[in-house]
């Protein structure tokens, strides 16, 4: 997702930045608030709040999916630079087998479970979007995001561009008014290439969706990937530990197969 922003964004004539919202301090998030467009890979809802954003998406996953693909990048692949305690976390699941090692994920990943699990869904400045619908069609759905972001012209098909300069920037900012100073010569085409340029057959270098190497960042890409991972003892953990998270992200309570 953020590497498609990356591409995107960029046309509009903002700058884009990332940030840990969850990191940050007060002070440093008073100072997101002076940024064009923000992604941040993890926040809570207090901090993004407190970033003082016009409008926002925020993508949600099965958190049992989370678990999973947390358990295999923690095990392998995510780098554990600037984050000590995911290098003693590998070190402890290098010794275990992946049921236990499952069971220590639940642990360790409660962190940015509880974001989901604390999250307001109500706010109508966000919008909320399931991953999976966004991998079932990422086109429709970035073209959705930039519509409610006020960045796309269904008009014209095209990125909208703002061409606003140095102190007119902050001015226009400060004001909040909803201006459109030029129209982009950005076609709907230009989305679609940054969305097809970073799929996952082309990330995974050539691999299709379900097709599976444990050691690789982008190890599967496929949804619903729990049910061949968990079993009773999961259940009763991830239950024991997030009562409320999957009835609060919207997601079936079905427990296939356990």
């Given at each position: 997702?953020?590497?498609?922003?990356?591409?995107?964004?960029?046309?509009?004539?903002?700058?884009?930045?990332?940030?840990?919202?969850?990191?940050?301090?007060?002070?440093?998030?008073?100072?997101?608030?002076?940024?064009?467009?923000?992604?941040?890979?993890?926040?809570?809802?207090q901090n993004a709040v407190k970033s003082d954003f016009n409008k926002a998406f925020h993508v949600i996953r099965d958190p049992r999916d989370i678990i999973v693909s947390g358990y295999f990048s923690?095990?392998?692949?995510?780098?554990?630079?600037?984050?000590?305690?995911?290098?003693?976390?590998?070190?402890?699941?290098?010794?275990?087998?992946?049921?236990?090692?499952?069971?220590?994920?639940?642990?360790?990943?409660?962190?940015?479970?509880?974001?989901?699990?604390?999250?307001?869904?109500?706010?109508?400045?966000?919008?909320?979007?399931?991953?999976?619908?966004?991998?079932?069609?990422?086109?429709?759905?970035?073209?959705?995001?930039?519509?409610?972001?006020?960045?796309?012209?269904?008009?014209?098909?095209?990125?909208?561009?703002?061409?606003?300069?140095?102190?007119?920037?902050?001015?226009?900012?400060?004001?909040?008014?909803?201006?459109?100073?030029?129209?982009?010569?950005?076609?709907?085409?230009?989305?679609?290439?940054?969305?097809?340029?970073?799929?996952?057959?082309?990330?995974?270098?050539?691999?299709?969706?379900?097709?599976?190497?444990?050691?690789?960042?982008?190890?599967?890409?496929?949804?619903?990937?729990?049910?061949?991972?968990?079993?009773?003892?999961?259940?009763?953990?991830?239950?024991?530990?997030?009562?409320?998270?999957?009835?609060?992200?919207?997601?079936?309570?079905?427990?296939?197969?356990?």
């Amino acid at each position: 997702i953020g590497k498609i922003l990356y591409e995107i964004i960029p046309q509009t004539g903002f700058k884009t930045h990332r940030a840990h919202l969850s990191l940050l301090t007060p002070n440093e998030i008073k100072q997101v608030s002076q940024w064009d467009f923000v992604i941040s890979p993890n926040t809570s809802y207090q901090n993004a709040v407190k970033s003082d954003f016009n409008k926002a998406f925020h993508v949600i996953r099965d958190p049992r999916d989370i678990i999973v693909s947390g358990y295999f990048s923690h095990l392998y692949s995510h780098s554990t630079e600037n984050w000590p305690s995911l290098a003693e976390h590998r070190k402890k699941i290098k010794k275990l087998n992946i049921e236990e090692g499952l069971l220590a994920e639940i642990e360790f990943s409660s962190y940015f479970l509880n974001h989901l699990e604390s999250w307001d869904y109500s706010n109508p400045n966000i919008l909320e979007i399931k991953m999976e619908d966004l991998v079932k069609n990422p086109l429709e759905h970035f073209i959705k995001v930039l519509d409610f972001m006020k960045l796309y012209d269904h008009t014209d098909k095209s990125l909208l561009t703002f061409r606003i300069e140095g102190f007119l920037n902050k001015v226009f900012k400060k004001s909040k008014l909803n201006l459109k100073l030029s129209k982009a010569g950005v076609p709907k085409s230009f989305i679609d290439y940054a969305v097809d340029k970073n799929s996952f057959q082309k990330l995974s270098k050539g691999r299709n969706i379900g097709s599976e190497n444990k050691k690789s960042h982008y190890r599967k890409g496929q949804a619903n990937d729990w049910i061949n991972y968990f079993n009773k003892d999961h259940k009763k953990a991830f239950l024991e530990k997030f009562p409320t998270i999957l009835n609060k992200t919207g997601y079936s309570e079905s427990w296939q197969n356990l």
